[in-house]
């Protein structure tokens, strides 16, 4: 099946704020009847669903952040019961806890054609062969592209992450022509297929859809050059849903965001306030049309501007600009993302107190590592060098099973971390994407 919803990638602006408007009216309706935590923000701002007249009256509702879905850990913000969700998936909070999303049936089906429309959008069809390698799991990524290229017709290869050699045998002898997965991996897949001298005639990559982390328009030449194929970013956050809130079409100029289910705004990120038509700021997305786990204004927290040209490609779609960076500290290592004080956390309460410590990330060749640098205290230097060891490795464990990932952990001198002002940089941020 091929996904070119014209009907409503191509709309008419004053019939595409007519639909949203009607799918708003209904989903502030909704989380004002099901969820706790919006029926209480709209008493306290003395608002009523009948208040939502025109989309402009969404600035009247609050923004929603990663701190409320926190504080409402695991459930509280399911709009449906849970015999009604199909599906679980998590990503990482601020604190030890994720988040965790829900599915209905019907958000399955709206997600895999939300995705399916990115896939089209960038050329893929039932032809090809999609070989998958994002991470199985917890993570959004690898599911909702397995299901969105089925949608399309595909032939799909779930292959997941790792094993870089395996990849490269499947994609020759499988016969792929889309590889999915995050930029900085195709790097590390081109590393590989150029130190093995595999024969590119021997490859049938076509394009390669790519997302889950920030890369820049030198990432995509390095990567269509490299690995032969046309490569297109696609953007999602597990929050609004996964992978599929926006994409690029074969013209790269943006990444058409899917208005239909999605509306999306730009704010000050220290204001909050809605920043005019074309501006840098943070982008806030309010969910149209799921189920089970709504979101009203949630703050994304990154960057970018929205161009509301219509694009070449015919869609009238509103397209933002790559994203490079956020308004946050949250840092995505290896398509991963983990934010400094979930590390703190875990380090302070193996050490049982605060200990002077950093963060260095870099990127080394296409993969990015994660160092964290403490600096011997006094409680710690009087340890025996054995139980110095275990000390560290215990840090490790405690850090890789919160946030997934593995940290270097290294001792450094006392007073050896270069200050600012008496004050240690939490993080260093070496990378140059
Ligand atoms: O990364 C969903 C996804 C998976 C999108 C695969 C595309 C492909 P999270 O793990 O919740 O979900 O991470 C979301 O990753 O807020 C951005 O900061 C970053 N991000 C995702 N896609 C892009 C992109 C998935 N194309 C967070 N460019 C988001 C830049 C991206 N950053």
């Known amino acids: 099946m091929n ?10 602006r004053d019939e595409l704020e007519q639909l949203q408007l009607e799918r708003l009216q209904a989903i502030i309706n909704r989380v004002h009847k099901n969820v706790t935590h919006y029926r209480k923000k709209f008493n306290e701002l003395g608002i009523i669903p009948e208040d939502i007249c025109s989309l402009s009256d969404l600035t009247k509702l609050p923004l929603t952040t990663k701190d409320d879905l926190n504080l409402n850990y695991p459930y509280g913000m399911f709009a449906v019961p849970l015999r ?23 958000d399955i089906k709206i997600w895999s054609n939300l995705v399916a429309r990115f896939m089209t959008a960038a050329g893929v069809t039932h032809d090809d062969v999609v070989q998958i390698a994002f991470r199985y799991g917890l993570f959004t990524g690898a599911f909702g592209v397995h299901y969105g290229a089925e949608t399309i017709g595909a032939s799909v290869i779930p292959m997941g992450t790792g094993n870089t050699e395996k990849q490269i045998m499947i994609m020759q002898d499988y016969k792929t022509t889309v590889l999915v997965s995050t930029p900085s991996y195709a790097i590390a897949l081109a590393d590989r297929i150029e130190q093995l001298g595999v024969d590119h005639k021997s490859l049938s990559l076509k394009f390669g859809l790519f997302g889950g982390e920030p890369w820049s328009e030198k990432m995509r030449k390095e990567i269509e050059s490299r690995l032969l194929l046309s490569a297109t970013d696609n953007y999602g956050l597990s929050e609004v849903i996964g992978p599929g809130v926006a994409g690029e079409c074969s013209c790269k100029k943006g990444l058409h965001i899917y208005e239909d289910a999605f509306i999306p705004e730009i704010i000050d990120p220290e204001t909050g306030a809605v920043l005019p038509s074309g501006s840098a700021g943070e982008l806030v997305l309010t969910t149209l049309t799921k189920e089970a786990f709504p979101m009203i204004r949630y703050r994304t927290g990154d960057i970018t501007s929205l161009d509301y040209a219509q694009c070449e490609c015919g869609r009238t779609l509103a397209r933002m600009k790559k994203i490079t960076r956020r308004s946050d500290d949250m840092l995505i290592i290896r398509g991963v993302n983990v934010f400094p004080s979930q590390i703190e956390d875990a380090l302070f309460s193996v050490a049982q107190g605060e200990t002077p410590y950093q963060l260095v990330v870099e990127r080394k060749g296409a993969m990015d590592s994660l160092e964290l640098i403490i600096e011997v205290t006094d409680k710690i230097f009087s340890l025996e060098l054995q139980k110095q060891r275990s000390f560290l490795e215990m840090i490790k464990k405690r850090i890789g099973s919160v946030t997934g990932i593995n940290v270097d952990v290294k001792l450094v001198e006392s007073k050896s971390i270069s200050r600012q002002k008496g004050k240690i940089a939490r993080v260093v941020d070496k990378r140059q994407i």
Do not use: A
Not at 84 to 106: D, F, L, Q
């Open 84 to 106: 009604e969700v199909v599906r679980i998936h998590s990503s990482s909070g601020t604190t030890s806890k994720p988040i965790v999303m829900g599915y209905t049936k019907n």
């Open 3 to 12: 996904i070119w919803d014209q009907t409503h990638e191509c709309m008419l």
